[in-house]
């Protein structure tokens, strides 16, 4: 349990350095037609218990049929974790008593598991990589929904959710800061999507992560940990973190200890707070379900879906660092989303990966972000913003102008290469018509022209003006050129 | 005309296919006695238009000479199978008026082959119990009397009202469930012939559950031959239960008749309980040499885990009704008391719900599941379970090919006889039944002739899994040897 201590993640307490240590509990709404046990549909957003049957709602007499597709997805996921796939695992019944819990039991795998245990590299914004290893990951039930505001005086209870399947992914506590704990997470999430096993989408509650969060002193033994429920933004994660880390070590540093308990993070006060405390833990009487013989399958059903798997982020950020000669930082903004890299590979398809890079990255990404919209809403396609690279890598238009010209495309579409030609955007590379213009500036300017001569930066004046009388069209290296060689200077 | 209520299933068949009477006719002959029998108890709700109409069809489809395998048929639906739009309650106020809009599996595949129901049958509250008294409606009461007496006896349970009606001629078959002797025992107090089939061969879709590892669906008859024709409708695949299995239904008629020369016949001397009533012991004996006279050889055999069965069966059993018998809380359907918060709701509604027994197995399974007792009650059962199943594949392994053992340990008793009992004297009812459910096994109650107070005493033919063909045509050896028992109409 003494691994050596990153020092770069410890937080000053009035008492000394602590660290804080962090794992989590994600569940992830597998994305399938239809419920972990049954028929009903999982489709979000429909009238109150639309989507339920009579297993969901737990009627005398129903029993779960597992749904197939939903053992395939855990086991995508499992393959994308790179973690152990387990041929047989077992469903187990999790009791206990809530209104949105029809049956009385929430059906989980409790000891055997369908997945083993397996890791993810994060990258953390400050650069470095870190491995957060992967304890499990298993299925269950989701529950149905308590309404408390809506009627005076009753709880209404809404099933739309209850049996669809979930996905629980248990991390090791490998997390050293919020930062860690956010960048797993945000990993994780790409991964899942990438694997079309769950749509990531926190505000519909499709993602939500329990997390554990202990502090100790650099070097020292684990200390006790607190389990804040239910987090669902990546933000809030993060916030919940450095207030429950921060109440720690306050508390220890009075001379405290903390108790073992579950706490609510409370996302309007920015606070946790207990929930209920080890005693009051409920005893969930875990036991096999007897309904469900235990799930068993081939290692040919394993490898089939092994053959299917799309490249995953870790693979294809390798490659677009080597293949198009990307920064890792850029080939790593360029894969956290599938479909932003595959835009990516749309433009830099045939053409310089870098410039393409650049031009995602920097133009295209800065613009959506501004405007809320994403590579599936651009107003500009791979195609077009490819031909504005391709313009001028052919040295028709110039990056200034290109940028202009980006902007037209982004407002009012069409095709660049036929824009330049009706807007007259092409640059000047007629040597004649740009000398011209650098003879009359020269001619007009004597002044500036004795100062160019000693203090030789001056020269960028000179291109200002030739290129605002041209409209700045004038190809700039023919400009430099010439303007060097009238001017004198080297 | 003949009394239409006193035909063999079988006969009954028989009658409509040379359309010596009508479906409507035998149905209404049925519900006549059911009428008359209101002291048995035997019905919680009779379905008199349900099964005229359906007689009705089944007339049409016997004249079009299109019928069914038990096209017009009239039987008796144990209140446990989920009838769609009729109430369905396991007997236990918590359902009291609940009406399921949905047909469980066995009956559909009844209504399937042409059958008519009557109506729903008594049975102990959620099948737990042994002698029909735990039920909401009340104690079931048994035709048979004791020589001389008029006491009331019980005609076992949870099946009562099914092996009550079946004994008294209110139907002409029942369904019924057996999870730890539940059909087998009633049939042995009645007279009548009852199939536990091997786990997994009927679906337990939409029958109320009780302890799901155990709980298998099957027929309470009054012959062999009717047992098999009612079985053959009732089991069969259904992907809607995962444990239940994909394989064929064999036509369990033909077995009946089928020559048992040649069989192995195993004799548990594990069975030979100490202070087994030498009745008892005397008819076990006479079911041995019956088999033997048909050409069967008889072998002792060994289960040496048997003594542990009744223990780990009353672990496993109440640890799967704690879970399964959640779901009633008053929240979604059923019976519903209410408090001032969720926690009091649910206090309530169970509270005056569920009866004592239910109550007291739940307390039980909800305890051998709890932390720190999981490993010593749940787990070691599950471990006795193993060693039990493995006696019996030993068994079968050295070339027996059935067992035989009483069904019960003792005649029918009286209604409230063992109300002053501890819980485990009821509990040992089930001693010869309960391995059988333990290892999923086939086992077959058939009577065996009348005991010294005049009650009808049962054996049980104990199978290879999914060989219930099998302990059809050693029970039509026992049933042809012992002769036919039929209880003496006192209520009429």
Redesign the interface.
Known sequence: MNAPVATHNLIKGATGDWEIVIGMEIHAQVLSQSKLFSGASTEFGGAPNDHVS?VD??????????NAECVAQAVRTGLGLKAKINLRSVFD?K?Y???DL????QISQYKDPIVGEGEVIVDVPDGRQIVVGIERLHLEQDAGKSIHDLSPGA?L?DLNRSGVALMEIVSRPDMRSSEEAKAYVTKLRTILRYLGTCDGDMDKGSLRADVNVSVRRPGEALGTRCEIKNVNSIRFIGQAIEYEARRQIGVLEDGGTIDQETRLFDANKGETRSMRSKEEAH?Y???PD????PLTFEQAFVNGLATGLPELPDAKKARFVSDYGLSAYDAGVLVAERETADFFEEVAKARDGKAAANWVINELFGRLNKEGLTVATSPVSAHQLGAVIDLIGEKVISGKIAKDLFEIVWTEGGDPRAIVEERGLKQVTDTGAIEAAVDAIIAGNPDKVEQVKLKPTLLGWFVGQVMKSTGGKANPQALNDILKDKLGIE | MTDLTQLTLAEARDGLTARRFSSTELTQAHLDAIDAAGALNAYVLVTPEKALAGAKSADERLAAGNAGPLEGIPVGVKDL??TDGVR?T?CSRI?ES?V???E?TVTSQLWRDGAVMLGKLNNDEFAMGSSNETSFFGPVVNPWRRGGSDAKLTPGGSSGGSSAAVAAGLCLGATATDTGGSIRQPAAFTGTVGMKPTYGRCS??????F???LDQAGPITRTVRDCAILLRSMAGFD?????SVERDVPDYEAAVGRSIRGLRIGIPKEYRLEGLSPEIDALWQKGVDWLRDAGAEAVEVSLPHTSYALAAYYIVAP??A??N???Y?G???GLRVPGRD??EL?ENTRAAGFGREVKRRILIG?YV???GY?DAY?VKAQKVRTLIRQDFENVYASGVDAILTPATPTPAFGIGEMANASPIEMYLNDVFTVTVNMAGLPGLAVPAGLGAQGLPLGLQLIGRPFDEETLLAAGEVIEQAAGRVSAPQWWK
């Open positions: 009579l709602a737990a009627f005398p007499g129903m029993l779960p049929v597992i019944r009791n008593f809530y209104p029809p049956q009385g039991y709880s209870v005893d009487r875990y036991f007897p309904d469900l013989l | 199978f989920a369905t396991a359902l609940f399921p809009s949905y469980s337990r879709w939409g029958t109320v559950a302890a799901s590892s992907p809607k239960d995962s444990t640890a799967e704690s879970s018998l959640a779901r809380d929240v979604r359907y969720i926690a649910y909800t599941l709890s932390a999981y749940y």
